[in-house]
């Protein structure tokens, strides 16, 4: 078997258990076919996501069904204005021994697992929201002066209502930059609400079956990585990072007027990452820059920071990344 | 996975590289064209500027001839071929210059195959891993992927690039216009500037001695009616005798008769080489009674002119004689020589004393300046001379002659009455006398302040008892929450966008005062 036949197999292979996958969330999700790439892709590449939408769109649901899918360790934390870093870290708590005494021992706290669903993450306080800065960035939580590394895969997706902010403290950048993809999660179509009802108002319960691992997210995520990237895809990648950073060369006047800040390298990972698992799901070896393209959106969506003249015209992160992808063109591309 | 093999059999990678050298080479071809008709549109979009270039050099050409040899040296038909058939040339330059700059890439050459035909940047992906020593896994699956796209690619025929229109637009016809206002301005002044620059008279310092008979030949020529310059000339010295009668025939009488009473008219066939030397030394004489400078200097220049008119004369004495009763009739009016007398109270003895050396010439010299005489009115006519019917302005150093009355020479510089018309700085100091204080109310003199000691007198105060506030007896009601309502924040965002909108206004209407 040559190393092109062994590449194409282990190809074939991602492709087969993403299809698994996105088969069994369909079975609970309805619609939302996007956001379940979208989570799905994120997850494939070693991604976090960010959720957004009104309530009683089936973000939850969807994290939900997807564990269960994966057969992970699954674990929800529903964020609240009170509750403290400890509260998802863990801690130590008094208990009684064996003996009859009492002992320090280590709680874990729910933040020690695969999957993590972080709901309503914007309830909590800033203080609260940044415990997840390094188990997100470093796979790893520290509490005193004990480190617990974190067992691959390490998932965290997080949902944020956009309504209602009164009583929200919104995410740090260095929060929302350590997301891979921003999800937009809309209503869904006519079609889709017969199915929703058919669903759930009947007698019948859903099943989903598990169809992966733990393992074999880890051996697909090693595939995403070792899929080709020319040079041009990934100076497109960079062009494109460098133009949501406004006063740069490459920026477009739009971004240097309403943006206050760009993506940061991460945006360049998140973009290659993205658009190798594009590829893959496309048949292809190499990362293109229609792959690039197709990830830009919700890899950078979030990476921009607007400021105030973007809001009092009501210009959004989405329109500034539109119109980077309309200014910059792919290396050696013919204006024809 | 295995790395840093080579890429699938010998055979197949040859195939592949032939492939990709057949797609590069036909790319480079239909990028060549594509980049040769780019290369000429940019060119064609400079092409009414350029068209400005021609007319603009011919009409400062042809301006240049009018004080200087003209610096143009093609005729009108040759201007007009020149500046249409120029502007193109350069265009063609330019274009051939655009088009060599351009250089066609390998790699743009695969991206045209995978942009136009779907391709996802395979062969472009191929090509980059099949010029490296060692592919890994799925860099060889990359390029094996791409052959049969190679073969399509190969097999397909690529549409034609699409290449900008021409830019015809309107705003670019008003150059075309202008450049066609140009040249025919060059062209007019061309067929008039280069006579009066090419005249040998007003180049300085030719010597009246050196004009030979060719060079009057050759002016005689230019004379002649199919020249436009000549027929002006000639209406203009047509009308000079009538203009000439109107302003003052009486005058003519009245200096004819006091200046020579010997009267001569036999001298008038005198030649005109002696005509011109009376005249020159003339006016050294005017110059040696101490004529003002401002006279002999306005004096200078009609003696330039008196040169043509006199070969004229030679060459054509029928016309001459045609003429001359009735230029006699209005020569005096405004002439230099009363203007001399006119100067100013101090100069008139100089003035006497020239008026008895043109007696003491006589009348071999009377009618040169007859002819000189006319050459000035004609001037005058011409240009005015208001300098010359005003007195020079009293500009001595000295500011002690301040005195309130009137100097009727002022000539209106230096403001009322005698003060301050001196030069220098003395020149820049108002010469209007202002008063040096305004007249004001007194201010209230000295402000005395007195302080007295006195002791603090103390005041007793009625002492308050302190009551309870009572218990609350119903609820407090809604507190408002401390961030803004939605409707409060509207009212912020409306109100900041009615500033900038307000501020977006303003800069637009200043904008164009600034650049005024």
């Not at chain 1, 194409?8 to 088969?23: G, L, S």
């Not at chain 2, 549409?159 to 705003?171: D, E």
Request: some cysteine; glycine content about 8%.
């Amino acid at each position: 078997m040559s190393s092109a036949d062994e590449a194409r197999a282990r190809a074939d292979e991602f492709k087969t258990v993403f299809a698994k996958v996105k088969t069994e969330v369909a079975k609970m999700v309805v619609g939302q076919e996007q956001v379940v790439d979208g989570v799905l892709t994120a997850m494939m590449a070693g991604g976090h996501v960010l959720l957004e939408g009104v309530p009683g769109l089936g973000k939850t649901l969807l994290v939900r069904s997807l564990s269960q899918a994966v057969s992970l360790q699954f674990s929800r934390i529903q964020f609240t204005p009170d509750m403290m870093p400890a509260d998802i870290q863990g801690t130590m708590v008094l208990t009684e021994a064996e003996g009859g005494g009492h002992q320090l021992t280590f709680q874990q706290g729910p933040l020690i697992a695969n999957l993590i669903l972080a709901d309503e993450i914007n309830r909590a306080t800033p203080k609260t929201q940044s415990a997840l800065l390094e188990a997100m960035q470093e796979k790893q939580v520290t509490v005193g002066r004990r480190t617990i590394h974190l067992e691959e895969p390490y998932c965290v997706m997080a949902t944020q209502n956009p309504v209602e902010q009164e009583g929200t403290y919104p995410l740090p950048e260095a929060q929302l930059d350590r997301f891979l993809f921003k999800l937009i999660v809309g209503y869904p179509a006519e079609s889709e609400y017969h199915a929703i009802l058919d669903r759930t108002t009947g007698v019948g319960d859903v099943d989903i079956q598990p169809v992966t691992d733990g393992e074999e997210i880890n051996n697909l995520r090693t595939t995403v990585r070792s899929v080709a990237e020319p040079e041009a895809a990934r100076a497109f990648a960079i062009r494109l990072v460098m133009a949501t950073q406004p006063g740069g060369d490459s920026a477009p006047a739009s971004v240097s007027e309403c943006a206050s800040l760009g993506s940061s390298p991460r945006g360049v990972q998140g973009l290659i990452l993205a658009g190798k698992v594009q590829a893959l799901l496309d048949d292809r070896f190499a990362v293109s820059a229609d792959d690039i393209r197709a990830v830009a959106l919700p890899v950078l969506r979030h990476r921009i920071l607007l400021n105030f003249r973007a809001q009092a015209n009501n210009v959004s992160s989405d329109e500034l990344v539109e119109d980077v992808l309309k200014t910059v063109t792919p290396p050696h591309a013919v204006a024809a | 996975m295995t790395e840093g093999r080579a890429s699938g059999t010998p055979n197949e990678n040859v195939s592949m590289r032939h492939h990709l050298e057949e797609i590069v080479s036909r790319g480079r071809q239909k990028l060549r064209a594509w980049a040769a008709k780019e290369a000429l549109r940019a060119a064609f979009s400079r092409l009414f500027l350029v068209s400005l270039g021609v007319p603009c050099l011919a009409l400062a050409g042809n301006l240049v001839g009018f004080v200087a040899p003209p610096l143009w040296p093609f005729g009108d038909v040759a201007t007009v071929v020149i500046a249409l058939a120029a502007p193109f040339l350069v265009v063609a330059a330019i274009a051939l210059a655009l088009f060599l700059r351009e250089k066609v890439d390998r790699r743009v050459c695969l991206a045209l195959y995978d942009q136009v035909l779907g391709f996802k940047g395979r062969l472009q992906a191929a090509d980059e891993f099949m010029a490296r020593e060692s592919q890994s896994a799925f860099q060889q699956a990359a390029i094996e992927d791409a052959v049969p796209y190679a073969r399509q690619a190969l097999a397909a025929q690529l549409p034609a690039l699409r290449t900008s229109p021409l830019p015809l637009h309107g705003g670019r016809w008003p150059l075309a216009l202008l450049s066609v206002a140009i040249l025919a301005l060059a062209v007019l002044i061309g067929g008039v500037a280069p006579e009066v620059g090419a005249s040998p008279l007003v180049v300085p310092g030719e010597p009246l001695a050196r004009l030979s008979a060719a060079d009057e030949d050759s002016v005689e020529e230019e004379a002649e009616p199919p020249r436009p310059k000549s027929a002006s000339r000639r209406t203009l010295r047509d009308r000079r005798p009538a203009s000439l009668g109107e302003s003052g025939p009486k005058d003519d009488t009245r200096e004819r008769g006091s200046r020579s009473d010997t009267g001569t008219g036999d001298s008038r066939s005198s030649s005109a080489s002696e005509n011109a030397a009376a005249s020159l030394a003339r006016q050294a004489g005017r110059a040696a009674a101490g004529a003002s400078g401002e006279g002999t200097a306005q004096m200078s220049e009609p003696r330039e002119r008196s040169d043509k008119p006199n070969r004229e004369n030679e060459s054509n004495p029928q016309e001459t004689k045609e003429q001359r009763p009735e230029t006699s009739k209005g020569v005096a009016g405004g002439s230099g020589r009363s203007t001399g007398s006119r100067t100013s109270t101090s100069d008139q003895p100089a003035a006497d004393d020239k008026a008895r050396n043109d007696e003491a010439e006589g009348d071999s010299t009377d009618d040169a300046e007859d002819e000189e005489d006319e050459e000035q009115k004609g001037a005058s006519t011409q240009r005015p001379v208001l300098n010359q019917r005003k007195a020079a302005v009293d500009r001595s150093l000295s500011p002690s002659g301040i005195s309130d009355q009137e100097n009727p020479d002022a000539n209106g510089r230096g403001g009322r009455g005698g003060l301050k018309k001196t030069r220098g700085v003395a020149a820049m100091l108002l010469g209007v006398p202002m008063p040096d204080h305004l007249r004001g109310k007194s201010n209230p003199g000295r402000v005395k302040v007195q302080r007295e000691r006195a002791d603090p007198d103390p005041k007793t105060a009625v002492p308050d008892d302190a009551t309870g506030r009572g218990s609350r007896s119903k609820p407090i009601g809604y507190l408002p929450h401390p961030t803004l309502e939605p409707w409060m924040r509207e009212t912020i965002r409306s109100y900041f966008l009615a500033e900038r909108r307000a501020d977006d206004a303003s800069q637009s209407q200043s904008t164009p005062s600034t650049t005024n």
